[in-house]
């Protein structure tokens, strides 16, 4: 949650510690608060549609994404196996409080508390949406036990169980928990790439499309079993989700898997030269000289060379021009007509 930096999240994560326990208490907060148990009386679960909003909305949601996507390390096998761990513990527990659901719906004025169940998950969207606005709004425990009180008819009160609410409780938990696996085993795609506000937004608006027809319902309005909150939340993750986005640790995406890979290509790039030529080959061919070139410091001559042992340069008609072997003279006999010198 450190990437939304919402502050009860921040406060809860203080509180906790390690990311695997606060990932464990954001899914068991519901069945402690008694809002996944207001939900079961209230009737939410008994459609299909019902269980799998339940089990997004308020076992999953914003609050497990970020969990899992800015708090938890490690790899996705070890990320799948703590949230496996967490749901051994969230489904039993929420089939044992589905199953005294029909207890409570006997001594219960269900009108009323129908009512206190749909203003307890609006308390919920608020709280999400703003913490300014949460910090004036009581806390969803403390509407629960007000709508016990204000719906409570001991006449009515029977000890009885069904096991259609302890399937259709454990199936709500095991969506939320196949929630939280499928961010898990996604997590090193969608870092970086998923906006954690925006989808927290997103969630506090379809958990308030939940809430409205529990509200609405004396008045007959949105009385219907299409998947509006699903709707509103794959919206929002359409809106929060950047493909164009990098992953959130930048480079690890380019690293090899395979380390041998990485061995041979550094190898390889050792070989080559910076202009992108072979490091042995060219460089060794660039410094060697051809023999039958001049040295590079030697003087430029004036003139054509005529002997490659004596260097003689031919200038011509200068009193020191050489003769060539072949014309019969000698240039070594004595001649009045050269300089006495020569």
């Known amino acids: ?29 519901p069945l402690v608060d008694g809002i996944f148990p207001a939900l079961v009386v209230a009737g939410v679960l008994t459609t299909a549609t019902g269980v799998i909003e339940t089990g997004i909305l308020i076992f999953g949601g914003s609050a497990t994404a970020a969990v899992i996507l800015a708090e938890m390390d490690g790899s996705r096998r070890q990320m799948a196996g703590s949230v496996l761990l967490i749901g051994a513990i969230i489904i039993p527990l929420a089939a044992l409080e589905a199953a005294f659901a029909p207890t409570f719906r006997g001594f219960l004025n269900l009108p009323v508390f129908e009512r206190f169940a749909g203003l307890v998950i609006l308390t919920i969207a608020a709280k999400t949406a703003s913490s300014e606005i949460g910090e004036y709004l009581p806390s969803p425990g403390v509407i629960i036990s007000l709508g016990l009180v204000a719906s409570f008819e001991p006449s009515g009160f029977v000890l009885r169980t069904s ?6 409780g454990a199936a709500a938990a095991g969506v939320g928990v196949a929630f939280a696996l499928a961010i898990a085993l996604l997590s090193p795609h969608l870092r970086g790439r998923v906006d954690i506000d925006r989808f927290r937004f997103g969630s506090a608006v379809a958990l308030g499309v939940l809430a409205l027809p529990i509200l609405l319902g004396p008045f007959d309005l949105m ?18 989700y950047d493909p164009n986005a990098g992953p959130a640790d930048g480079s690890a995406g380019d690293a090899p898997d395979d380390p041998d890979d990485a061995a041979e290509t550094a190898a390889d790039g050792a070989d080559e030269a910076p202009d ?67």
């Open 223 to 240: 009385q219907t079993e299409a998947p509006i909150a699903l709707a509103v939340l794959a919206v929002t993750t359409l809106f929060a």
């Open 276 to 342: 992108g030529s072979d490091a042995d080959g060219d460089a060794s061919d660039e410094g060697r000289v051809d023999p039958t070139e001049p040295p590079l410091d030697a003087p430029t001559a004036p003139g054509p060379i005529v002997d490659d042992d004596v260097a003689v340069i031919a200038n011509g008609g200068d009193p020191s021009t050489a003769s060539d072997d072949g014309d019969g003279t000698d240039p070594f006999a004595d001649d009045d007509s050269r300089a006495p010198w020569l």
């Open 1 to 29: 949650m450190s990437v939304s930096r919402h502050p009860i999240a921040l406060r809860l994560e203080q509180q906790v510690g390690s990311a695997t326990k606060l990932l464990a208490t954001v899914m068991v907060l």
């Open 163 to 168: 096991p259609e609410y302890v399937l259709n």
